[in-house]
T-cell receptor, first 118, second 112 residues
Framework: DTAVSQTPKYLVTQMGNDKSIKCEQN?????MYWYKQDSKKFLKIMFS???????INETVPNRFSPKSPDKAHLNLHINSLELGDSAVYFC?????????????????FGPGTRLTVL | RKEVEQDPGPFNVPEGATVAFNCTYS??????FFWYRQDCRKEPKLLMS???SGNEDGRFTAQLNRASQYISLLIRDSKLSDSATYLC?????????????FGAGTQVVVTP
């Protein structure tokens, strides 16, 4: 059983297009995240939701909009794609938000979506 | 200065040898620490948490030095399957909801 799943796995698109990535977790976790891993391998938090409420919103262009229809799903929509958006996007979930600083915030990652903007 | 810094490596290690590497963090309010492992083109997975007194999990030993603000990971009796990138992760408790800061990773290559 896949714990955290993302679709699509690969996404190749032209500059200026709008695209969405979907994420689902079946772990019963309260908190979900979107991370971006660029070519330098830094994994940077973009957004986090706890029970459908946005709790972390890093300095990310407005073109990126997350949506959490329920606590098992967190989708990411990107408008007007740019070359610099090319990266691997990871969804993750944890039982509780990071502030509790305990084993409850072990993060389980999805397999990643490799986005290439041409 | 980056919040979490790691030597990118690669650390080339003969099979059976021991390898150790550190990670430094800049925020003294950091409360919890982890090592994640990421295989090539795969997602990160938790390897182990790092406790104040240091802890061991099989061939892996993690240490925390709060005074000098670094954590370390030691791998004994390296196996080929230990080849991966090891990500240092730091959490600052009490900062609103908190968030994990990831290092860029240290690459370990175990050779036969």
């Amino acid at each position: 059983d896949t714990a955290v799943s993302q679709t699509p796995k690969y996404l190749v698109t032209q500059m200026g297009n709008d695209k969405s990535i979907k994420c689902e977790q079946n772990l019963g976790h309260d908190t979900m995240y979107w991370y971006k891993q660029d070519s330098k391998k830094f994994l940077k938090i973009m957004f986090s939701y706890n029970n459908k409420e946005l709790i972390i919103n890093e300095t990310v262009p407005n073109r990126f909009s997350p949506k959490s229809p329920d606590k098992a799903h967190l989708n990411l929509h990107i408008n007007s794609l740019e070359l610099g958006d090319s990266a691997v996007y990871f969804c993750a979930s944890s039982q509780a938000p990071p502030r509790l600083a305990s084993s409850y915030n072990e993060q389980f990652f999805g397999p990643g979506t490799r986005l290439t903007v041409l | 200065r980056k919040e979490v810094e790691q030597d990118p490596g690669p650390f080339n290690v003969p099979e059976g040898a021991t390898v150790a590497f550190n990670c430094t963090y800049s925020n003294s309010a950091s409360q919890s620490f982890f090592w994640y492992r990421q295989d090539c083109r795969k997602e990160p997975k938790l390897l182990m948490s790092v406790y104040s007194s240091g802890n061991e999990d099989g061939r892996f030993t993690a240490q925390l030095n709060r005074a000098s603000q670094y954590i370390s990971l030691l791998i004994r009796d390296s196996k080929l399957s230990d080849s991966a990138t090891y990500l240092c992760v730091v959490n600052k408790r009490g900062d609103s909801w908190g968030k994990l800061q990831f290092g860029a990773g240290t690459q370990v290559v175990v050779t036969p």
